[in-house]
Protein backbone atom coordinates (compact mmCIF):
# COMPACT_ATOMS: atom_id res chain seq x y z
CA UNK A 1 0.00 0.00 0.00
CA UNK A 2 1.32 3.28 -0.57
CA UNK A 3 1.13 6.34 1.55
CA UNK A 4 -1.42 8.13 -0.61
CA UNK A 5 -3.21 4.91 -0.75
CA UNK A 6 -2.87 4.96 3.38
CA UNK A 7 -3.71 8.52 3.59
CA UNK A 8 -7.26 7.96 1.62
CA UNK A 9 -8.14 5.31 3.88
CA UNK A 10 -7.17 6.94 6.97
CA UNK A 11 -9.03 9.91 5.52
CA UNK A 12 -12.31 8.06 5.38
CA UNK A 13 -11.94 6.74 9.08
CA UNK A 14 -11.83 10.42 10.23
CA UNK A 15 -14.60 11.32 7.91
CA UNK A 16 -16.65 8.60 9.35
CA UNK A 17 -15.40 9.41 12.91
CA UNK A 18 -16.51 13.27 12.02
CA UNK A 19 -19.90 11.82 11.87
CA UNK A 20 -19.94 10.81 15.24
CA UNK A 21 -18.56 14.25 16.94
CA UNK A 22 -20.72 16.50 15.03
CA UNK A 23 -23.82 14.08 14.59
CA UNK A 24 -26.76 16.25 13.21
CA UNK A 25 -24.24 19.31 12.86
CA UNK A 26 -22.70 16.70 10.40
CA UNK A 27 -23.57 18.25 7.10
CA UNK A 28 -23.78 17.26 3.38
CA UNK A 29 -20.82 19.51 2.29
CA UNK A 30 -18.83 17.06 4.80
CA UNK A 31 -19.37 14.70 2.34
CA UNK A 32 -16.80 16.39 -0.22
CA UNK A 33 -13.96 15.56 1.95
CA UNK A 34 -14.44 12.21 -0.07
CA UNK A 35 -13.53 13.36 -3.15
CA UNK A 36 -10.69 15.91 -2.22
CA UNK A 37 -8.84 13.11 0.41
CA UNK A 38 -8.93 10.92 -2.91
CA UNK A 39 -7.47 13.60 -5.01
CA UNK A 40 -4.94 14.34 -2.12
CA UNK A 41 -3.74 10.87 -1.84
CA UNK A 42 -3.21 10.23 -5.55
CA UNK A 43 -0.95 13.65 -5.71
CA UNK A 44 1.02 12.33 -2.58
CA UNK A 45 1.98 9.55 -4.50
CA UNK A 46 2.60 11.30 -7.46
CA UNK A 47 4.49 14.44 -6.04
CA UNK A 48 6.76 11.44 -3.77
CA UNK A 49 7.64 9.87 -7.26
CA UNK A 50 7.93 13.11 -8.55
CA UNK A 51 10.10 14.35 -5.85
CA UNK A 52 12.11 11.72 -5.54
CA UNK A 53 15.26 13.48 -6.27
CA UNK A 54 15.00 15.29 -2.52
CA UNK A 55 16.62 13.49 -0.26
CA UNK A 56 19.02 15.71 2.02
CA UNK A 57 22.27 13.67 2.95
CA UNK A 58 23.66 15.75 6.32
CA UNK A 59 21.45 15.77 9.67
CA UNK A 60 21.32 19.81 9.71
CA UNK A 61 19.88 19.36 6.17
CA UNK A 62 17.58 17.21 7.19
CA UNK A 63 16.26 19.23 10.17
CA UNK A 64 16.21 22.62 7.65
CA UNK A 65 13.57 20.34 5.24
CA UNK A 66 11.56 19.45 8.10
CA UNK A 67 11.25 22.56 9.31
CA UNK A 68 10.56 24.29 5.48
CA UNK A 69 7.95 21.63 5.42
CA UNK A 70 6.65 22.37 8.31
CA UNK A 71 6.44 25.84 7.94
CA UNK A 72 4.89 25.08 4.11
CA UNK A 73 2.22 23.20 5.99
CA UNK A 74 1.37 25.14 8.45
CA UNK A 75 0.45 27.77 6.41
CA UNK A 76 -1.52 25.76 4.63
CA UNK A 77 -3.44 24.62 7.39
CA UNK A 78 -4.26 28.03 8.28
CA UNK A 79 -4.81 28.48 4.94
CA UNK A 80 -7.60 26.07 4.55
CA UNK A 81 -9.33 26.98 8.14
CA UNK A 82 -9.69 30.45 7.18
CA UNK A 83 -11.04 29.87 4.05
CA UNK A 84 -13.76 27.98 5.75
CA UNK A 85 -14.28 25.89 2.70
CA UNK A 86 -14.16 21.78 2.26
CA UNK A 87 -11.54 20.46 4.17
CA UNK A 88 -9.07 17.50 4.18
CA UNK A 89 -10.42 15.14 7.11
CA UNK A 90 -7.71 15.52 9.25
CA UNK A 91 -8.13 19.25 9.53
CA UNK A 92 -11.86 19.09 9.34
CA UNK A 93 -11.67 16.58 11.96
CA UNK A 94 -9.79 19.19 14.20
CA UNK A 95 -12.61 21.48 13.66
CA UNK A 96 -15.45 19.19 14.60
CA UNK A 97 -13.54 18.07 17.93
CA UNK A 98 -12.69 21.84 18.88
CA UNK A 99 -15.83 23.03 18.00
CA UNK A 100 -17.92 20.10 19.86
CA UNK A 101 -15.96 21.02 22.95
CA UNK A 102 -15.01 24.66 22.15
CA UNK A 103 -11.42 24.42 22.28
CA UNK A 104 -9.06 26.42 20.52
CA UNK A 105 -8.46 24.67 16.82
CA UNK A 106 -4.36 25.33 17.37
CA UNK A 107 -4.21 23.77 20.60
CA UNK A 108 -6.62 21.01 19.29
CA UNK A 109 -4.37 20.28 16.52
CA UNK A 110 -1.53 20.07 18.07
CA UNK A 111 -2.98 17.56 20.71
CA UNK A 112 -4.51 15.60 17.84
CA UNK A 113 -1.13 15.15 15.55
CA UNK A 114 0.82 14.02 19.47
CA UNK A 115 -1.78 11.99 19.53
CA UNK A 116 -1.36 10.26 16.12
CA UNK A 117 2.53 9.95 16.84
CA UNK A 118 2.35 8.12 19.93
CA UNK A 119 -0.66 5.71 18.22
CA UNK A 120 1.90 5.38 15.58
CA UNK A 121 4.86 4.46 17.78
CA UNK A 122 2.34 2.54 19.73
CA UNK A 123 0.96 0.37 16.55
CA UNK A 124 4.75 0.02 15.07
CA UNK A 125 5.96 -1.55 18.88
CA UNK A 126 2.92 -3.83 18.13
CA UNK A 127 2.65 -4.83 14.85
CA UNK A 128 6.88 -4.55 14.25
CA UNK A 129 8.13 -5.08 17.49
CA UNK A 130 10.03 -1.97 17.34
CA UNK A 131 9.80 1.96 16.46
CA UNK A 132 9.82 2.26 13.05
CA UNK A 133 8.52 5.02 11.25
CA UNK A 134 8.47 7.36 13.64
CA UNK A 135 11.67 9.65 14.44
CA UNK A 136 12.12 13.19 16.19
CA UNK A 137 11.16 14.39 13.11
CA UNK A 138 7.96 13.18 13.36
CA UNK A 139 7.45 14.56 17.23
CA UNK A 140 8.86 18.06 15.85
CA UNK A 141 6.03 18.35 13.17
CA UNK A 142 3.47 17.18 15.41
CA UNK A 143 4.55 19.92 17.62
CA UNK A 144 5.16 22.48 15.32
CA UNK A 145 2.69 22.44 12.48
CA UNK A 146 -0.32 23.44 14.64
CA UNK A 147 2.24 26.04 16.58
CA UNK A 148 2.99 27.62 12.85
CA UNK A 149 -0.82 27.49 11.58
CA UNK A 150 -2.02 29.56 15.00
CA UNK A 151 0.91 31.56 14.69
CA UNK A 152 -0.37 32.63 11.00
CA UNK A 153 -3.88 33.35 12.51
CA UNK A 154 -2.28 35.65 14.92
CA UNK A 155 0.17 37.76 12.09
CA UNK A 156 -3.16 37.92 10.04
CA UNK A 157 -5.31 39.52 12.64
CA UNK A 158 -3.25 41.42 13.58
CA UNK A 159 -2.62 43.44 10.27
CA UNK A 160 -4.83 46.37 10.39
CA UNK A 161 -7.46 46.61 8.15
CA UNK A 162 -8.38 49.77 5.82
CA UNK A 163 -11.58 51.36 6.32
CA UNK A 164 -12.41 50.56 2.33
CA UNK A 165 -11.98 46.86 3.16
CA UNK A 166 -13.92 46.81 6.57
CA UNK A 167 -16.81 49.18 4.41
CA UNK A 168 -16.22 45.56 1.44
CA UNK A 169 -16.93 43.49 4.19
CA UNK A 170 -19.52 44.33 5.86
Partial sequence: MTLGEFTILFSMLLIILQLFILRKNFK?????????????????DMTM?????????????KIAALLAG???????????VAANVAMLPGESFVRAVSSTWKTEFGTTKVAFDVSMTVIAAGLSFLLAFRLDG?????????????????????????????????????
Avoid: D, W
Fill in 28 to 44: LEHFLQIPISVLFGYFI
Fill in 49 to 61: AMMYFVNPQTYPA
Fill in 70 to 80: CVILGFGVYLE
Fill in 134 to 170: VREGTVIAALLVGMIARAFGRMVSAIPRSRKNEKAAA
